[in-house]
Structures are given as structure tokens and as C-alpha cells.
């Protein structure tokens, strides 16, 4: 079983900025893909961004051009900058990682924007 510890969050202001970063308990092999999910209060479950190993980056619509997600190559911790945060980035937070073994989830994490 993959442990996946996730840092960061909190409250901030709208149109502020925070952080979140995961980190994984694989130390052998390299996670293929890691990222962030978030679920709003009454919504579903929706991607955030994921970081492949590979280099790929993807985003989800609302946050384009807002978020980055960042990993080095060949590191089994993801980080994600949140710049220009509105109300409706409040949400929980979620890491998640994706390899042979299986697809992980970590507890969550709360980030609220609010004035």
C-alpha cells in the first residue's frame, strides 16, 4: 500500500496564492502519474492537474493558466502552485498516484478562498 502525504493548503484571500505539495512512500519505483484532484461541496470529483514522469502536464479547464504542477523527473513528490484563487477553487484536495501497483489516493487536504 502507497502512503501518499499530503502539505500545504489553508485559507486564503480571493485573487492569492498558495501551495500544496505530495509526497509518496514508494522509494523503489518511479510513479507513473501524480497529481491533484479536488471535490467541492455537493460536486463531483474533478482533475486538477496531473504530471506524468515523462514530462507531461495536464490541466483541468478552470485551472489553466492559474495552476502549476511541478515534479522532477524521477521523484515520487508533486507539487502544485495556485495563483489568482477565486471562491470556487474552495474545495478539498486530493493527491493521487497511478502505477503498476495500483491507483492511490491520499486523505485530502482543505483550501478555502474566501474574503
Known amino acids: 500500500q502507497v502512503q501518499l502525504v499530503e502539505s500545504g493548503g489553508g485559507l486564503v484571500q480571493p485573487g492569492g496564492s498558495l501551495s500544496v505539495s505530495c509526497a509518496a512512500s514508494?522509494?523503489?519505483?518511479?510513479?507513473?502519474?501524480m497529481g491533484w484532484y479536488r471535490q467541492a461541496p455537493g460536486k463531483q470529483r474533478e482533475l486538477v492537474a496531473i504530471a506524468t514522469n515523462s514530462g507531461i502536464r495536464n490541466y483541468g479547464d478552470s485551472v489553466k493558466g492559474r495552476f502549476t504542477i511541478s515534479r522532477e523527473h524521477g521523484k515520487n513528490t508533486v507539487y502544485l502552485q495556485m495563483n489568482s484563487l477565486t471562491p470556487d477553487d474552495t474545495a478539498v484536495y486530493y493527491c493521487n498516484a497511478a502505477y503498476w501497483r495500483g491507483n492511490f489516493w491520499g486523505q485530502g487536504i482543505q483550501v478555502t478562498v474566501s474574503p
Open positions: 514508494e522509494t523503489v519505483f518511479v510513479i507513473n502519474d
